[in-house]
């Protein structure tokens, strides 16, 4: 039978079809996106192979040293943890570096690239905002006094016309600055370098008592228990609010989504909880004593909030 005009267009398209079907098999599947460039904290840790993490030697239990000389307590453990995630988002094994940092200096050191991270007992406040990040919140503390018991201070009022010693650089010295001007305290502030240099001028007499966040009085407290002469107390009202972060620098984006995804990731885990637990309910290492201090509200829905996936 010849072939008609509309058999022919039929076989033509089909063949034409035929072609198409074998380009498009023979096309190439498109590359995956190029991962983005790291910048920032990841690009610099990346390439040195080392991260450098600032750490504080008496904010018992959060950043201090051991008999070891080794950092050691809850932001150092969690530091850890997000290093691991630093890690990972960088490819590559790093190097952990320590530098002491103290109230004064810490801020600075963020600011001027001398540590990545400084994972201690920091107040994250809208005035230091202006020059550092923070992680979301790891602790919620408050300023308080400590005195030797027996002492007749109880209360902010009775610090009238007292020595009261303060470690310089913190959220704590102001406080008590402007609590005395207010109120007009006439306090006399002795203002030390860290934490363990201001409680041993109770320790010596040489001051009433000692304003800072409650949690590091307990804690300097657990920790010399039995090592200085005289027992002490924690007293009075809170006369601040001060929720903690680990720092970072500023403006650092591809950091600050590695930080938050971390913490989020270590509140489902139930990790924070377990630091926490270990930390503030257990015996400290190689001590005989322990905070026992619960976890307060706050902190427990803060956690339970970011343990929240968004969509």
């Known amino acids: 039978m010849k072939p008609t005009w509309k058999s022919s267009l039929a076989v033509a398209l089909f063949a034409a079809a035929l072609g198409m ?8 599947e498109p590359a995956p996106a190029a991962p983005a460039a790291l910048t920032g904290t990841l ?43 630093i890690e990972e988002a960088v490819h590559k094994s790093l190097e952990i570096k320590w530098v002491p940092v103290t109230s004064e200096s810490r801020i600075d050191a963020v600011e001027k690239g001398q540590v990545d991270l400084e994972c201690g007992s920091t107040t994250n406040n809208l ?17 308080k006094v400590l005195v030797k018991k027996g002492s007749p201070i109880k209360g902010f009022r009775d610090l009238a016309g007292k020595k009261v010693t303060v470690t310089r650089g913190t959220t704590n010295e102001k406080t008590m600055q402007d609590l005395s001007q207010k109120f007009k305290l006439n306090l006399n502030l002795i203002v030390m370098r860290d934490h363990a240099e201001s409680f041993a001028q109770v320790v010596a007499g040489q001051a009433d008592a000692f304003a800072t966040d409650d949690v590091l009085l307990y804690g300097l407290i657990a920790q010399n228990k039995g ?7 924690v007293v009075g009202d809170f006369l601040s609010y001060d929720p903690y972060g680990i720092m970072y620098r500023k403006g650092d ?22 630091q926490y637990k270990r930390w503030f309910l257990q ?10 201090l619960p976890m307060s509200p706050q902190l427990e829905t803060i956690i339970q909030t970011l343990a929240v996936k968004t969509e």
């Open 21 to 28: 079907s074998a380009m498009a098999r023979a096309q190439p």
């Open 43 to 85: 690009a610099k840790v990346r390439d040195a192979g080392a991260i450098t993490i600032g750490y504080r030697e008496s904010s018992i239990p959060f950043s201090y040293l051991s008999p070891r000389n080794e950092p050691i307590g809850y932001s150092i453990e969690l530091c850890r943890a997000l290093v691991a995630a």
């Open 127 to 143: 005035e230091r905002q202006k020059r550092v990040a923070f992680s979301p919140t790891i602790f919620v503390s408050g300023t």
């Open 227 to 233: 090592k200085v002469q005289g027992e002490y107390q």
């Open 253 to 274: 984006a591809q950091l600050a989504k590695v930080v938050n995804d971390s913490f989020q990731a270590l509140a489902i885990d139930g990790e924070i909880e377990r």
């Open 283 to 292: 015996k400290l290492p190689l001590s005989s004593t322990s905070i026992n």
